[in-house]
């Protein structure tokens, strides 16, 4: 059964401490994996797009990055903004659905 | 920047009570899915649509759920007979192809 789990559930930080989120995702055929933010009561904001293995994409404060087992989502010297949860989600094949993973909900004190 | 549209922000209907919940796509977009989030859960896929037709399915739209899309640009999730279970956020997002999607800010649902 395809599976995504993120951790840590939550985490807190400084402000400018960075730190990293897994997504570790166990599917049948990768066809893209998903990073998106969520404020409370808001819809998912589409972050990035990973395709493969070794791929990168940074925008600000974050960079994400791909394995073949797990990604992750860097927050370089987050601000208190960067609080959120994070959601990482996965495409596979032969479907038209994501599946999600339970987030990892960030908050950033000044 | 355009973005996915969903009303009412807000439902609350009685157990019992069929509900029709909205959704305006990005209009180039395609594919249009149907999510729900369960307060402190994770959000679930319910439902993809395309070409007028649905394209998958999750075991947790039965019978109970139907989707539309009645005209060019509205795309509907209508609700038959609600459940106090059935009480949730739910997002409408459209995507141009199969890769990401973009989600609506969502309808909040209440069944009393």
């Known amino acids: 059964e395809d599976q995504v789990t993120q951790s840590p559930e939550a985490l807190r930080l400084q402000e400018g401490e960075s730190s990293s989120l897994n997504c570790s995702y166990t599917?049948?055929?990768?066809?893209?994996l998903f990073w998106y933010r969520q404020d409370p009561g808001k819809g998912p904001e589409f972050l990035f797009t990973?395709?493969?293995a070794g791929e990168e994409k940074e925008k600000e404060r974050l960079k994400a990055t791909l394995t073949k087992k797990e990604s992750f989502l860097h927050i370089t010297a987050p601000k208190p903004e960067d609080s959120a949860t994070y959601l990482c989600?996965?495409?596979?094949?032969?479907?038209?659905?994501?599946?999600f993973g339970t987030g990892t909900r960030l908050k950033v004190l000044a | 920047e355009p973005e996915v549209t969903q009303t009412p922000s807000h439902q609350v209907t009685q157990m019992g009570q069929e509900v029709i919940l909205r959704c305006v796509p990005i209009?180039?977009?395609?594919?249009f899915y149907w999510y729900r989030q369960i307060l402190g859960q994770k959000v679930e896929f319910l439902v993809s649509?395309?070409?007028?037709?649905?394209?998958?399915k999750s075991e947790i739209f039965d019978d109970q759920f139907s989707v539309e899309r009645p005209d060019g640009s509205n795309f509907t999730l209508k609700i038959r007979s609600t459940k106090l279970e059935d009480s949730a956020m739910y997002f409408c997002?459209?995507?141009?192809?199969?890769?990401?999607?973009?989600f609506g800010p969502g309808t909040r649902l209440t069944v009393l």
């Open positions: 997002a459209s995507s141009v192809s199969v890769r990401e999607q973009f």
């Open positions: 599917v049948s055929g990768l066809r893209g």
């Open positions: 990973l395709y493969s």
């Open positions: 989600a996965v495409y596979t094949s032969g479907t038209y659905k994501y599946i």
């Open positions: 209009s180039n977009h395609l594919y």
């Open positions: 649509f395309y070409n007028n037709e649905i394209s998958e």
